[in-house]
């Protein structure tokens, strides 16, 4: 979910597509799985408000926005209602193939749904809904606040919802209706927004326990009696997370793309646990701490939780930061 853009004055780079090319080519340099998501963000607010100074670095129109698309694969991402207009996006999503992902945040704040209500007379995700195409291709990311009806709704329309649980709390934007999404059929994927911590497992555990919490009910999204709550939550958002990427993965299976991780079995939390209780295990108690090896398309690039590149990484990183600290 990529809206850098441009240089620090907002003039664009040579190539449009300088810094969506740049974190393409740190993941391939490091191993990291990436579906780029160009962001087209065009206003501050509804109605098409014209853009703040610290915005400069985000703001594209859509031919500025369709260049840097031209020079990738993947998908879009329209930032959220408020910074694009119903034309900008019709004539984005036009010039973008039916299969692509498109991932737009909607509905993570209350004061977003008011703005929308008093700019257009409709809720955020109720405009999503009635002013666009939504099909198994989006994302809705956030849609915290939400109606039954809009719940029912978006769960009907097959996107996925894209729930970043930590950021959520970590913002205090509230705790998306999840019991009543998927009894409605809907899907879910988990993701790191703010990146207030990058653990799947922190989310899967924040998620289940938001619903606990406001549900007053243990076990919250298992699929029944008797079935291990975190194995309906991975099975679940691996295939929901395969979904809104629009990627061959979700699996361990044949045919797949092989993005897996491997558990340390000695890792105190999972001791004498195995299959489903060790899987609830690391999710509800050990972390990330559990995980010893990452393999990304079928190359480890993480064994004894070292990474490959790690010395170099780091000492990369440290003269950056020393180099932005002293400009």
């Known amino acids: 979910f990529q809206y850098l853009h441009h240089q620090p004055d907002g003039t ?12 393409v080519a740190a993941a391939e340099a490091t191993g990291i799985g990436m579906t780029m998501l160009p962001v087209l963000y065009s206003y501050s607010g509804f109605g098409a408000q014209p853009p703040a100074a610290g915005q400069r670095r985000f703001i594209n129109d859509v031919d500025g926005f369709l260049d840097i698309k031209s020079k990738l694969s993947g998908g879009i991402a329209p930032h959220s209602l408020r910074a694009v207009s119903k034309d900008g996006l019709n004539a984005v999503l036009a010039a973008t193939p039916a299969q692509q992902p498109v991932h737009i945040h909607v509905a993570e704040q209350i004061k977003e749904v008011e703005d929308c209500v008093a700019w257009s007379g409709a809720r955020s995700v109720e405009y999503m809904l009635d002013n666009f195409a939504v099909g198994k291709n989006w994302c809705a990311i956030h ?8 719940t029912s709704r978006l769960a009907k329309s097959n996107a996925i919802a894209g729930l970043c649980p930590t950021t959520e709390a970590n913002l205090g934007d509230g705790v998306f209706p999840a019991v009543s999404f998927l009894k409605s059929g809907g899907a879910v994927a988990i993701g790191s927004d703010s990146h207030i911590t990058i653990s799947p497992a922190e989310d899967l ?11 007053h009910t243990r076990n919250a999204l298992a699929d029944g009696p008797g ?18 990427l629009q990627q061959n993965m979700g699996s361990i299976a ?20 195995s299959e489903n209780d060790a899987l609830d295990a690391w999710i509800f108690s050990g972390g990330n701490q559990c995980v010893r090896d990452v393999y990304v398309g079928g190359i480890q690039v993480v064994k004894d939780r070292r990474h490959f590149a790690a010395t170099q990484i780091k000492r990369n990183f440290k003269k950056t930061l020393e180099r932005l600290n002293n400009d």
């Open 205 to 215: 555990r924040m998620l289940e326990y938001s619903q606990r919490l406001t549900q």
């Open 227 to 244: 079935r291990s709550t975190g194995r309906s939550l991975f099975d679940r958002t691996c295939q929901g997370g395969a979904q809104a």
């Open 143 to 150: 849609a915290t606040h939400m109606t039954a009806n809009e």
């Open 12 to 23: 664009p780079y040579d190539n449009r597509a300088e810094m969506s090319l740049r974190c």
């Open 254 to 273: 044949i045919g797949k793309r092989a993005d897996f991780v491997v558990l340390e079995p000695e890792h105190h939390s999972l001791l004498g646990r």
